[in-house]
């Protein structure tokens, strides 16, 4: 079903927005748990790193809506200014992540061969958030392609949210693949639907984009833990003892 042409651009404007602001909240009630409670309630203390990429990751939700809002408002050459500026934010979010994962795991799970699992994972994100906004940003001048990539790239980092949503609940079994995987990619199929609602179709960018983010957070999932895993995770932290420690 197509909407009107007035009430397909009002939907349009809105579902970026909405979905910039949400990200907002799901970042601060995501890490409540595990971040902004113990930092603020129980004074714990972290690692800079942990702060550092704490800025990277809300510095690029924040200029998201800000983006989104510099368009609406016909601010293009701000748009285009705070873009370039997004660059740095973009490279700062690929750095810190593989960062804190190796301190959790050298901290926290004394980086025995089992704890650099976990390694693989935010090093694979940290790549793929990165190609996603760098097609996004050579893409800047086809405003519909370039949106749904930096759409793409903030759904991709917000899953890290998600799981942590799992803490307000009563344990279940798989429940991070619930979160992480179920409700993490939720976003992309809606984004699908909305898509086919107010044009008629789902852009090529949102419909293979999205796969391919949901084949590459499945993949994941499916692997975790297997030997081949293991043994490329184990590799990934011995480079990454050689460059951070």
Same mark, same amino acid.
């Given at each position: 079903? @197509? =909407? &009107?042409?007035?009430?397909?651009?009002?939907? =349009?404007?809105?579902?970026?927005?909405a979905?910039?602001?949400?990200?907002?909240?799901?970042?601060?009630? &995501?890490?409540?748990?595990?971040?902004f409670?113990?930092?603020?309630?129980?004074?714990?203390?972290f690692?800079?790193?942990?702060? *550092?990429?704490?800025?990277?990751?809300?510095?690029?939700?924040?200029?998201?809506?800000?983006?989104?809002?510099?368009?609406?408002?016909? @601010?293009?050459?701000?748009? @285009?200014?705070?873009?370039?500026?997004?660059? %740095?934010?973009?490279?700062?979010?690929?750095?810190?992540?593989?960062? *804190?994962?190796? #301190? #959790?795991?050298?901290?926290?799970?004394?980086?025995?061969?089992?704890?650099?699992?976990? *390694?693989?994972g935010?090093?694979?994100?940290?790549?793929?958030? &990165?190609?996603?906004? %760098? *097609?996004?940003?050579?893409?800047?001048?086809?405003?519909?392609?370039?949106?749904?990539?930096?759409?793409?790239?903030?759904v991709?980092?917000?899953?890290?949210?998600?799981?942590?949503? @799992?803490?307000?609940?009563?344990?279940?079994?798989?429940?991070?693949?619930?979160?992480?995987?179920?409700?993490?990619?939720?976003?992309?199929?809606?984004?699908? =639907?909305?898509?086919?609602?107010?044009?008629?179709?789902?852009?090529?960018?949102?419909?293979?984009?999205?796969?391919?983010?949901?084949? #590459?957070? %499945? =993949?994941?999932?499916?692997?975790?833990?297997t030997?081949?895993?293991?043994?490329?995770?184990?590799?990934?932290?011995?480079?990454?003892?050689?460059?951070?420690?």
């Amino acid at each position: 079903m @197509r =909407l &009107g042409t007035t009430n397909s651009l009002t939907v =349009l404007r809105f579902r970026f927005l909405a979905f910039a602001a949400f990200g907002i909240a799901l970042a601060v009630a &995501g890490f409540f748990p595990t971040y902004f409670r113990p930092l603020l309630i129980d004074n714990a203390s972290f690692a800079s790193i942990y702060h *550092v990429h704490g800025l990277f990751g809300a510095a690029w939700l924040i200029l998201f809506l800000c983006q989104t809002l510099f368009v609406q408002n016909g @601010r293009l050459a701000l748009h @285009r200014s705070a873009g370039i500026l997004g660059i %740095g934010v973009v490279l700062g979010v690929m750095i810190t992540l593989p960062w *804190v994962a190796y #301190e #959790e795991v050298s901290n926290q799970l004394q980086g025995d061969q089992g704890a650099t699992d976990f *390694v693989l994972g935010p090093v694979l994100d940290a790549l793929t958030f &990165g190609v996603l906004t %760098g *097609v996004g940003f050579m893409k800047r001048k086809d405003p519909n392609a370039h949106k749904r990539w930096m759409l793409l790239a903030t759904v991709l980092l917000l899953w890290v949210a998600w799981v942590r949503l @799992r803490y307000y609940f009563p344990a279940f079994p798989h429940n991070f693949n619930v979160f992480s995987f179920g409700l993490g990619m939720a976003p992309i199929p809606v984004f699908w =639907l909305l898509d086919r609602m107010t044009t008629g179709a789902v852009h090529p960018v949102l419909l293979w984009g999205g796969i391919g983010l949901l084949l #590459e957070q %499945g =993949l994941q999932l499916l692997f975790f833990g297997t030997q081949g895993w293991s043994a490329l995770a184990h590799a990934v932290y011995q480079a990454l003892t050689h460059l951070l420690a």
